[in-house]
């Protein structure tokens, strides 16, 4: 067979700290304030599922040192997320814990010392994807690999000689201790700088090893074998871990890979679910995009779990991401309409993690295909969206398969009815807490609302969120229920 290649260049250009500082916290002025936070949890953030699984104070000191950081560091890190700072605050301190802390809250904030500039770098770089219908070239010279478990149980020929780390992650092991364990191998091989890593796996570990990688400074390549990895993980070089109870990929930084090989090959032993997981990011990708040619191949394709329908249409897929982080890679403007469907999503997926556990806990894909449905209803309501493109971009999410049940999201969070009041509630306390929506004001949340196909609506110039008061989740949860009612989707999915 033809081997057919596709390249596609990735220029990025990014500053860190990747925003500049809105706003001055100093550390040495309100290091009073901190004593009563220093336990930990917000009770805001409470539930988030993550309890337990990272943030032990106990083991502060033995995963600084594994991670080269001043003791300290995960202290600081603790009370600046209880004292619920944002991404645009800057930090003012003399203490090397507070600005080495600075460097991965939230994916790097601006830091100074008193009466110093800001210091911040101009980093630029270019990186190949290369999506190839032939495996690629795993020869590891050189290499320190990291593989996915499930991945080298099942291509045991592709488990490469040389220094391999197989690991299996979850979210609850999607922490700073499992990036330590990292460097720890890297270390033991001699791969810790100057070397090549290499990470085959899906995007959990992605972000995982390339956040291991930024913290030593060492080059990485992404093979990626799920469809989520493949359409968005692998593209944009965010990297991170989640930061228990403060939630998802909380602590990281922007690190770009040196390479990228994308070979749909490795869909053929990734679980049905978790291709329609990945289907959800390429339709939303498909649509904000504006390409419904491709959103309609996508359903199709994804409906009969047919993966080499899927390789030609990944060049398109993976295009639009790469298009939209190019223009804005550290996040301070475009980049967020890749949230699309994100908002109700990330809580959905912090109300099924503190509920349920082990399989039945919705995926971060399937919830972003029920994400994906909410936002085509505010849109209809609040964006201008019209009625036959919210129905036809409804009907392709439904044929796509990328919708679950509403059976299985009462399974999936762990409750009789979904209509039930303290689920909504519940959600909008979520809502409330998300990332975006760090103004402080939890009556109101951010929401990325479609106009148009290929169109997202923008209250003002260079504002890609829409803000709507929390009470519109109540208005449009009734819809949402009855859109999925009519989900396709098999139950045993
Ligand atoms: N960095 C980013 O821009 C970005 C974007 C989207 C998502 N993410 C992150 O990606 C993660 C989700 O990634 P994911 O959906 O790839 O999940 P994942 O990496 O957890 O993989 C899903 C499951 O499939 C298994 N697996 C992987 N490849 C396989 C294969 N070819 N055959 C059989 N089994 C295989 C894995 O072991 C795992 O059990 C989340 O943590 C999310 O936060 C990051
Ligand atoms: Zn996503």
């Not at 982080?325 to 109700?344: C, K, M, Y």
């Not at 679950?404 to 409750?415: F, P």
């Not at 009789?416 to 689920?423: G, H, I, Q, R, S």
């Not at 609506?457 to 989740?473: A, G, R």
Request: charged residues 20%.
């Amino acid at each position: 067979m033809a081997v057919t290649e596709h390249l596609l260049s990735v220029d990025w250009q990014l500053r860190q700290p990747p925003l500049l500082a809105r706003a001055w916290h100093s550390w040495e002025d309100s290091a009073a304030a901190h004593v009563g936070y220093a336990a930990g949890a917000s009770p805001a953030l409470a539930g988030s599922g993550l309890e337990g699984s990272s943030s032990d104070p106990e083991a502060d000191p033995e995963v600084e040192a594994r991670l080269g950081w001043p003791d300290g560091t995960l202290e600081v890190l603790r009370q600046a997320f209880a004292l619920r700072l944002g991404r645009a605050s800057g930090w003012e301190s003399s203490s090397d814990s507070v600005l080495a802390a600075a460097g991965v809250f939230r994916r790097g904030v601006a830091a100074r010392r008193p009466n110093s500039e800001v210091a911040s770098v101009n980093e630029h770089g270019n990186y190949q994807i290369q999506i190839s219908s032939q495996q690629p070239d795993l020869t590891p010279i050189g290499v320190f690999t990291i593989m996915d478990g499930n991945v080298a149980r099942h291509w045991p020929a592709c488990v490469p000689s040389g220094q391999t780390l197989v690991l299996t992650l979850d979210e609850h092991s999607k922490t700073l201790e499992s990036v330590a364990l990292i460097i720890s191998a890297a270390k033991a091989g001699g791969f810790s700088k100057a070397k090549l890593w290499r990470v085959i796996g899906g995007g959990l570990l992605t972000d995982v090893a390339a956040f291991a990688a930024a913290v030593v400074g060492a080059q990485i390549e992404f093979v990626p074998t799920t469809l989520l990895a493949m359409a968005d993980a692998c593209v944009g070089g965010k990297t991170g871990v989640n930061f228990a109870p403060y939630g998802k990929n909380q602590i990281g930084r922007f690190y770009f890979p040196s390479a990228v090989h994308v070979w749909a090959g490795w869909l053929a032993t990734l679980p049905p679910r978790e291709i329609l997981a990945g289907g959800a990011e390429c339709l939303k990708h498909a649509f904000l995009s504006g390409d419904l040619v491709l959103a309609r191949n996508l359903a199709q394709a994804l409906a009969r779990q047919d993966w080499q329908a899927l390789t030609p249409l990944l060049p398109a897929i993976i295009r639009f991401k790469v298009e939209v982080v190019q223009e804005d890679p550290g996040e301070s403007g475009r980049r967020a309409i890749l949230n699309f469907g994100h908002t109700l999503a990330h809580a959905l997926e912090s109300l099924s993690q503190g509920r349920v556990s082990g399989e039945l806990t919705l995926n971060h894909g399937e919830a972003v295909g029920l994400g994906i449905v909410f936002a085509l209803l505010l849109s209809r309501r609040f964006g201008g969206l019209a009625e036959a493109d919210t129905q036809e971009l409804l009907n392709i999410l439904r044929e796509s398969g990328c919708v679950v049940s509403e059976e299985n999201l009462r399974q999936r969070l762990g409750v009789a009815d979904l209509a039930d009041a303290t689920v909504l509630s519940e959600l909008k306390k979520f809502i409330a807490n998300d990332k975006k929506n760090l103004g402080g004001d939890v009556t109101v949340a951010d929401w990325i609302l479609l106009q148009a196909p290929g169109q997202v609506k923008c209250p003002s110039p260079d504002h890609w969120t829409v803000p709507l008061p929390l009470n519109v989740v109540d208005l449009v949860w009734p819809e949402f229920l009855r859109v999925i009612c009519t989900s396709p989707r098999l139950e045993n999915d």
